[in-house]
C-alpha cells in the first residue's frame, strides 16, 4: 500500500493556473490524478505511467492540464492552465498497478480543493 499525500490547491480566477503535487512513500507504476465535484460521480483527469512517456487526458482537461512524475522523488504533479469554473472540485491523487483504464487505483490521497471562479 502506498501513502499519498497532494498538496497545491487553492483558488484561482478563471484562466488562470495551479500546480498540484502528490508525494508518495513508494513506487507504483500507475500513478493518476481524479476530481469529484459536489453533486457529480468521481472522475478520472489524467494518469500516468513510470519510465514511460505513456499518460491519458480526459477530453474535458486535454490541452490545459499536463501530468508529470518525478520517480527519484516519488512525486506526482498536475499542471493545470486555462482554468474554468467547471474545474472546481476536490482533487485526489492515486496509484495502480495497471494504467489500462481508470479502474484498479486501490491506494488514495485526502484530496485538494480546487476553486475557479469566473
Known amino acids: 500500500q502506498v501513502q499519498l499525500l497532494e498538496s497545491g490547491g487553492g483558488s484561482v480566477q478563471a484562466g488562470g493556473s495551479l500546480r498540484l503535487s502528490c508525494a508518495a512513500s513508494?513506487?507504483?507504476?500507475?500513478m493518476g490524478w481524479f476530481r469529484q465535484a459536489p453533486g457529480k460521480e468521481r472522475e478520472g483527469v489524467a494518469r500516468?505511467?513510470?519510465?514511460?512517456?505513456?499518460?491519458y487526458y480526459a477530453d474535458s482537461v486535454k490541452g490545459r492540464f499536463t501530468i508529470s512524475r518525478d520517480n527519484v522523488k516519488n512525486t506526482l504533479y498536475l499542471q493545470m492552465n486555462s482554468l474554468k469554473p467547471e474545474d472546481t472540485a476536490m482533487y485526489y491523487c492515486?496509484?495502480?498497478?495497471?494504467?489500462?483504464?481508470?479502474?484498479?487505483?486501490?491506494?488514495w490521497g485526502q484530496g485538494t480543493q480546487v476553486t475557479v471562479s469566473s
Open positions: 492515486a496509484a495502480a498497478r495497471y494504467c489500462v483504464t481508470w479502474s484498479g487505483f486501490g491506494d
Open positions: 513508494g513506487y507504483s507504476h500507475c
Open positions: 500516468i505511467v513510470s519510465r514511460s512517456d505513456y499518460t
